[in-house]
């Protein structure tokens, strides 16, 4: 059974609507539809409209045994969660100890912590937010532009070219029109 991709505009109506993005295995380009119309198990067959490419998903729950979740020393970092916009959807990123470097996902780029968008002014490898514990074992992070086109703006405020910046629990941070806010972890 096909399943058609619906143009940008009639996503913004829909949003709410049970509708869900794949992406192209080739190209990576978003294909989206409308998931309440097709039942649990039933198979769809995309064409990218890009590449061309033909690809088939399976909906339904996984088969797959849950995971052990992960210790507590994993996910004590904080992280980041992107505002939907007209570029990307919401996302929620975990940030790890050291240098987390942040930018636009895109093939053939290896970066920490890729955002999914469609942002063209958000570099690649946008802004970097180094995390560390501080002498109470909080972490503390440090926000600085990794010498990105249109800069790094901590809330609306640009960062200078080598400017490190201490940023807090609910920073709000922009990277081309793509903004996110930083969340410590809850004690």
């Excluded at 049970?18 to 995309?46: A, H, W």
């Excluded at 004590?76 to 790890?96: C, M, R, T």
């Excluded at 010498?147 to 609910?170: A, P």
Aim: hydrophobic share 30%.
């Amino acid at each position: 059974m096909g399943a058609e991709a619906i143009s940008t505009e009639h996503q913004a109506q829909n949003q709410d609507t049970g509708m869900k993005r794949v992406r192209c295995p080739k190209c990576e380009n978003y294909i989206t539809f409308d998931e309440t119309k097709y039942g649990d198990g039933q198979s769809l067959v995309f064409v990218c409209e890009h590449c061309k490419k033909q690809f088939s998903i399976r909906l339904g729950k996984s088969k797959a045994q849950p995971q052990e979740t992960k210790p507590a020393e994993a996910t004590d970092w904080g992280s980041i969660h992107v505002i939907e916009n007209v570029f990307a959807y919401k996302q929620v990123l975990p940030l790890h100890e050291g240098d987390n470097i942040i930018g636009r996902r895109s093939l053939g780029t290896t970066i920490d912590t890729p955002i999914e968008t469609s942002d063209m002014s958000m570099d690649r490898r946008h802004c970097i937010i180094n995390v560390k514990r501080d002498k109470e074992g909080k972490p503390c992070y440090t926000l600085r532009d990794a010498s990105s086109l249109t800069g790094t703006f901590l809330n609306n405020d640009l960062l200078g070219d080598k400017e490190r910046v201490r940023i807090e629990d609910e920073a709000i941070v922009t990277i081309g029109a793509t903004t996110f806010i930083l969340y410590a972890p809850k004690a």
